[in-house]
């Protein structure tokens, strides 16, 4: 296991990382949240097993929590994991970057090109890049020209 220590007690488990993405992949979801005439970028993960997301957090070191309660009979209920704030998002982006699929990063890169301006201008080119993004990756996550 490689651990890397940093002043004040931070550490970096590469390993809990690399965990960390595979269950972003499965779970999360990259994408793009409208308040009023701004843009925000937002990461997040939602699942029914609470202890995987609230673990997830704790590889993570930030974020937020929010409970969803079930909508329909024989549903359990949700919790989410988000990140909403551009500095968190991007944070999101940098610590899972090396074990992110092509379809993943591809995303993350057109929400840190398009919503840091915000304005709403934009967000017509920005829905029309992720739905690119979208119809340009297969099932496997392969680029397509």
Known sequence: MKVRK????????????????GLFEGEGCFTGQQI????????FLVMTDFETVVRFQEVMGF????S???????????????ACSFED??????S???????RRRLKAVVLNEV????????IKHFVV?????????????????
Do not use: M, S
């Open 6 to 21: 940093f002043p004040h007690g931070l550490v970096l488990d590469r390993e809990a990382f690399a965990w960390a993405a």
């Open 36 to 43: 009023g005439r701004f843009y925000y970028p937002k990461a």
């Open 63 to 66: 974020g937020n929590f929010v």
């Open 68 to 82: 969803r309660r079930a909508r329909q009979e024989g549903h359990k209920d949700q919790l989410e994991w988000n």
């Open 89 to 94: 998002f991007q944070q999101t982006v940098c």
């Open 96 to 102: 899972l970057w090396p074990w992110l699929g092509e």
């Open 115 to 122: 919503i840091p301006a915000g304005h709403t201008e934009k």
């Open 129 to 145: 890049l992720l739905r690119a993004v979208n119809v340009a990756c297969d099932l496997d996550g392969q680029i397509r020209a």
